[in-house]
T-cell receptor
Framework: GQQLNQSPQSMFIQEGEDVSMNCTSS?????WLWYKQEPGEGPVLLIA?????ELTSNGRLTAQFGITRKDSFLNISASIPSDVGIYFC????????????FGTGTKLQVIP | NAGVTQTPKFRILKIGQSMTLQCTQD?????MYWYRQDPGMGLKLIYY???????DKGEVPNGYNVSRSTTEDFPLRLELAAPSQTSVYFC?????????????FGSGTRLTVV
């Protein structure tokens, strides 16, 4: 089956710093999604990407759909304490529109 | 508040027991999903439904059953609980088939099988 590798697994950063995380796939994806999950809650969609090379922003968050269609990146600028959580990438490949594969998550902790 | 409601929030089961995880949404979403999340792992799709009366298997359906008799409700049934089913279960719904519509997730059910 399709595999999604997300890195880093966890990171501690100082408030105000920028953050980068990425996701790579063993196969091509047609759609990339980025979610954030806070403790005790379900994931919440941050950004959806549909085309190779696409760059999309949502406030301080920017995500890119890699040109090879096998990777995606999420950047958070000027981090704040409420950015704490687990960030998941997810992708939809060629297995039908219901088959969305989730990455293992990047746990972000922000030090005030 | 509108959204996806899951009950119970926590449950401990003995091996071989059965239970139903309840999921209700009041947004009139046609698509509904059940995922499980194991520690340090991403979400894995168990079952999904594209509308009342229609269900289909996801990636890890073994040991589970679902039904969708109404648009609002999508219960997940465990017939013979096993330790491998210890996990956090999330129900989600979505309006239409565009990912940009976004899944709305419930807050999860933490299940432990001992």
């Amino acid at each position: 089956g399709q595999q999604l590798n997300q890195s880093p697994q966890s990171m501690f950063i100082q408030e105000g710093e920028d953050v980068s995380m990425n996701c790579t796939s063993s196969s091509i994806f047609n759609t990339w999604l980025w979610y954030k999950q806070e403790p005790g809650e379900g994931p919440v969609l941050l950004i959806a990407l549909y085309k190779a090379g696409e760059l999309t922003s949502n406030g301080r968050l920017t995500a890119q759909f890699g040109i090879t269609r096998k990777d995606s990146f999420l950047n958070i600028s000027a981090s704040i304490p409420s950015d704490v959580g687990i960030y998941f990438c997810a992708g939809r490949g060629t297995g039908g529109y219901q088959k969305v594969t989730f990455g293992t998550g990047t746990k972000l902790q922000v030090i005030p | 508040n509108a959204g996806v409601t899951q009950t119970p929030k926590f449950r401990i089961l003995k091996i071989g027991q059965s239970m139903t995880l309840q999921c209700t949404q009041d947004m009139n979403h046609n698509y509904m999903y059940w995922y499980r999340q194991d520690p340090g792992m991403g979400l894995k799709l168990i079952y999904y439904s594209v509308g009342a009366g229609i269900t289909d298997k996801g990636e890890v359906p073994n040991g589970y059953n679902v039904s969708r008799s109404t648009t609002e409700d999508f219960p997940l049934r465990l017939e013979l609980a096993a330790p491998s089913q210890t996990s956090v279960y999330f129900c989600a719904s979505r309006h239409g088939d565009r990912e940009a519509n976004g899944y709305t997730f419930g807050s999860g059910t933490r299940l432990t099988v001992v």
